[in-house]
């Protein structure tokens, strides 16, 4: 894996990355970006490191930047948008397993604000022509409500909370419809005596690249769309979560015809910002996705006002604590039992002649691991297209998916295919039923993802590693939205490097199963999840490899948790061991954290923190 190319030092010490330079020098973010469709991104993102701050909102006020020129045009027109400010909140969330802040929202009408599809997901999930408003297992309804004030706070002017409950959401985007823009309006209930603040009016402004417009929002600390924490400290300065107003400008780069690009500064919690023009105060947009160093986007005033047109109440229930019928997966297909011969599996010498192998771990409790006879042979190791899975024959989910990665060979964007049986093993070992399905209950958490075996000589080929691993033995229960954050950004991190350096990359992944985890339909829930990357480094040419575990025990309440709640963790590999019941062999001592004690162990606040030598 490769460092950041090389740039001015100047530029290094200020933070600034080769994209921004390039960016700059073009005068138009748009115009590098402008090829393909714009992506449903469910992220946000700091596209220029210089020229656009994001400035704190205090009492309804913009503090003025240290740019003349920017605080010249801020004076200029700051009559026209401070006066909406104070309709613009924070979107809190009670009773979610992982997140409080989940984006921003703002008023458009009497009592309605409009937020991001993506952000009313967090709370509500859509059950045929009704809402149901979200459970984790075990808890209470997801709520949620809408703070109008937090803004920054000192000791001397402390913020003062003005947080208004949502009771409805009238109007839901399908999030599966690329077509659809990312937008919902929700219904709020004030309460008696409370007077809310006016609703934000739309601009008919054209919006022409270079026009100045700001997001006025709350971004939340995000390692994923900052490029890197250097940017990040001068442009907020350690502080998050509170309204702030970022300017910026319209770019050109969006091809969808409901959606706009912009380059105002904006990161994780920015869902759902109100885009004003700068010239008329009024809104021009709604902030909704972004990708690093390239562009922002946002829905077109048009096609806000047009959901606003189509809303209909839309009844919002709680989902049932016990669960029904409704919901659960289907029950997979079961293929023709041929060609399963010809699966090479995962290959321990994969990574090189002259290089060491990294062979599958062993199990401490091998009575438990399931043996299949296939075609006269005994098998401990199910081989699939460039992955094997080793099963726990008490749990019915497997100790180990191993991968081997081919970037030079890598095919992106296959179809995604049917889960399936193993025609290799009894369907009674093959976990399936009423454990999975929609929230409340768990999703078919892939262990081997489905990209990284999807590489071959054809395309054939790597299809059939994509296919392969839809069976059900790569798949154990996971919350809905587990497979977020650093833990994916570790997945995507290792793919595509070994994509950009034509490197071949070996990754196993597991559930660590202890015998006092949780029980949902009969089912024993995994709390926790361990991976092992190994590569040769490009640098030194030896042998790296990296342990990791990510906690899902915040989704269970009332359960201690040794490692935080949903946080990924760079653990020596030892401790894998330990927890998991597993033996590394010869890759234990080639551990990058062989040295360090489990107690000096912290969290991974990005892929940046990886130690990889």
Same mark, same amino acid.
């Given at each position: 894996?490769?460092?950041?190319?090389?740039?001015?030092?100047?530029?290094?010490?200020?933070?600034?990355?080769?994209?921004?330079?390039?960016?700059? =020098?073009?005068?138009?973010?748009?115009?590098?970006?402008?090829?393909?469709?714009?992506?449903?991104? /469910?992220?946000?993102?700091?596209?220029?490191?210089?020229?656009?701050?994001?400035?704190?909102?205090?009492?309804?006020?913009?503090? @003025?930047?240290?740019?003349?020129?920017?605080?010249?045009?801020?004076?200029?027109?700051?009559?026209?948008?401070?006066?909406?400010?104070?309709?613009?909140?924070?979107?809190?969330?009670?009773?979610?397993?992982?997140?409080?802040?989940?984006?921003?929202?703002?008023?458009?009408?009497?009592?309605?604000?409009?937020?991001?599809?993506?952000?009313?997901?967090?709370? $509500?999930?859509?059950?045929?022509?009704?809402?149901?408003?979200?459970?984790? $297992?075990?808890?209470?309804?997801?709520?949620?409500?809408?703070?109008?004030?937090?803004?920054?706070?000192?000791?001397?002017?402390?913020?003062?909370?003005?947080?208004?409950? =949502?009771?409805?959401?009238?109007?839901?985007?399908?999030?599966?419809?690329?077509?659809?823009?990312? @937008?919902? $309006?929700?219904?709020?209930?004030?309460?008696?005596?409370?007077? @809310?603040?006016?609703?934000?009016?739309?601009?008919?402004?054209?919006?022409?690249?270079?026009?100045?417009?700001?997001? &006025?929002?709350?971004?939340?600390?995000?390692?994923?769309? $900052?490029?890197?924490?250097?940017?990040? /400290?001068?442009?907020?300065?350690?502080?998050?979560?509170?309204?702030?107003?970022?300017?910026?400008?319209?770019?050109?780069?969006?091809?969808?015809?409901?959606?706009?690009?912009?380059?105002?500064?904006?990161l994780g919690g920015s869902s759902g910002s109100v885009v004003i023009d700068m010239e008329t105060g009024g809104a021009v947009g709604v902030h909704f996705a972004g990708a690093l160093e390239r562009l922002n986007y946002a829905v077109r005033a048009p096609h806000v006002k047009e959901a606003l047109a189509a809303i209909t109440p839309m009844?919002?229930?709680?989902?049932?604590?016990?669960?029904?019928?409704?919901?659960?997966?289907?029950?997979?297909?079961?293929?023709?039992?041929?060609?399963?011969?010809?699966?090479?599996?995962?290959?321990?010498?994969?990574?090189?002649?002259?290089?060491?192998?990294?062979?599958?771990?062993? &199990?401490?409790?091998?009575? %438990?691991?399931?043996?299949?006879?296939?075609?006269?042979?005994?098998?401990?190791?199910?081989?699939?297209?460039?992955?094997?899975? =080793?099963?726990?024959?008490?749990r019915r989910v497997c100790y180990v998916s191993a991968v081997n990665i081919d970037g030079a060979l890598s095919v992106p964007h296959l179809k995604r295919r049917d889960w399936r049986f193993d025609p290799r093993v009894s369907q009674a070992m093959q976990l399936a039923g009423r454990v999975y399905g929609n929230s409340p209950r768990f999703?078919?958490?892939?262990?081997?993802?489905?990209?990284?075996?999807?590489?071959?000589?054809?395309?054939?080929?790597? %299809?059939?590693?994509?296919?392969?691993?839809?069976?059900?033995?790569?798949?154990?229960?996971?919350?809905?939205?587990?497979?977020?954050? &650093?833990?994916?950004?570790?997945?995507?991190?290792?793919? /595509?490097?070994?994509?950009?350096?034509?490197?071949?990359?070996?990754?196993?992944?597991?559930?660590?199963?202890? %015998?006092?985890?949780?029980v949902f339909e009969n089912v024993a829930i995994p709390l926790e999840f361990w991976k092992v990357i190994a590569f040769v480094h490009d640098e030194t040419g030896a042998l790296s490899v990296s342990g990791y575990i990510l906690s899902q025990r915040g989704f269970l309440p009332r359960r201690e948790a040794v490692f935080g709640a949903y946080?990924?963790?760079?653990?020596?590999?030892?401790?894998?061991?330990?927890?998991?019941?597993?033996?590394?062999?010869?890759?234990?001592?080639?551990?990058?954290?062989?040295?360090?004690?489990?107690?000096? =162990?912290?969290?991974?606040?990005?892929?940046?923190?990886?130690?990889?030598?």
């Amino acid at each position: 894996m490769t460092e950041p190319g090389h740039v001015p030092a100047r530029a290094l010490r200020a933070g600034v990355g080769a994209r921004s330079i390039r960016a700059l =020098v073009d005068g138009l973010t748009g115009r590098r970006a402008g090829a393909g469709t714009t992506p449903r991104f /469910q992220t946000e993102a700091v596209v220029l490191a210089h020229g656009r701050p994001s400035l704190l909102v205090r009492d309804n006020r913009v503090d @003025l930047p240290p740019s003349a020129e920017l605080r010249r045009r801020i004076e200029a027109t700051r009559g026209t948008y401070e006066r909406w400010f104070a309709s613009v909140g924070r979107v809190e969330l009670s009773g979610h397993p992982r997140l409080h802040h989940a984006g921003t929202a703002w008023i458009v009408d009497e009592d309605l604000v409009v937020t991001n599809a993506h952000v009313a997901a967090e709370f $509500v999930s859509r059950a045929a022509n009704a809402l149901a408003f979200r459970r984790t $297992v075990g808890t209470g309804v997801v709520t949620c409500r809408v703070d109008l004030s937090e803004d920054f706070e000192t000791v001397e002017t402390p913020a003062e909370a003005f947080e208004v409950g =949502v009771d409805q959401v009238l109007y839901l985007a399908d999030l599966t419809d690329s077509r659809a823009p990312d @937008l919902a $309006v929700l219904r709020l209930s004030p309460g008696a005596g409370i007077v @809310l603040p006016p609703p934000i009016p739309f601009s008919e402004a054209s919006l022409d690249s270079g026009r100045d417009i700001a997001v &006025i929002g709350y971004p939340a600390e995000d390692p994923f769309g $900052v490029q890197n924490p250097d940017v990040a /400290q001068r442009l907020f300065g350690g502080v998050y979560g509170v309204k702030r107003f970022s300017p910026g400008k319209v770019a050109r780069g969006a091809t969808e015809p409901w959606a706009f690009a912009h380059d105002a500064t904006t990161l994780g919690g920015s869902s759902g910002s109100v885009v004003i023009d700068m010239e008329t105060g009024g809104a021009v947009g709604v902030h909704f996705a972004g990708a690093l160093e390239r562009l922002n986007y946002a829905v077109r005033a048009p096609h806000v006002k047009e959901a606003l047109a189509a809303i209909t109440p839309m009844v919002a229930v709680p989902e049932p604590s016990v669960p029904s019928d409704l919901g659960v997966e289907p029950m997979p297909v079961l293929p023709v039992a041929t060609g399963y011969g010809l699966r090479d599996g995962y290959r321990a010498d994969f990574l090189g002649p002259g290089q060491p192998d990294a062979p599958l771990p062993t &199990i401490v409790d091998e009575d %438990d691991v399931l043996a299949v006879t296939w075609q006269g042979e005994t098998l401990r190791a199910l081989p699939y297209r460039h992955f094997s899975v =080793v099963m726990s024959r008490r749990r019915r989910v497997c100790y180990v998916s191993a991968v081997n990665i081919d970037g030079a060979l890598s095919v992106p964007h296959l179809k995604r295919r049917d889960w399936r049986f193993d025609p290799r093993v009894s369907q009674a070992m093959q976990l399936a039923g009423r454990v999975y399905g929609n929230s409340p209950r768990f999703s078919r958490g892939h262990m081997t993802r489905r990209e990284d075996p999807a590489w071959g000589q054809t395309r054939a080929e790597a %299809d059939e590693g994509n296919t392969d691993s839809m069976h059900l033995v790569n798949a154990v229960p996971q919350m809905q939205p587990f497979n977020a954050g &650093i833990w994916l950004g570790l997945e995507d991190y290792a793919l /595509q490097s070994a994509r950009e350096d034509d490197q071949r990359i070996s990754v196993m992944t597991g559930p660590i199963l202890r %015998d006092d985890d949780p029980v949902f339909e009969n089912v024993a829930i995994p709390l926790e999840f361990w991976k092992v990357i190994a590569f040769v480094h490009d640098e030194t040419g030896a042998l790296s490899v990296s342990g990791y575990i990510l906690s899902q025990r915040g989704f269970l309440p009332r359960r201690e948790a040794v490692f935080g709640a949903y946080e990924t963790y760079q653990v020596p590999i030892a401790t894998i061991e330990r927890r998991a019941g597993l033996r590394f062999g010869s890759l234990t001592a080639r551990d990058v954290l062989a040295s360090v004690p489990e107690s000096a =162990v912290t969290p991974l606040s990005s892929p940046d923190d990886i130690r990889w030598r």
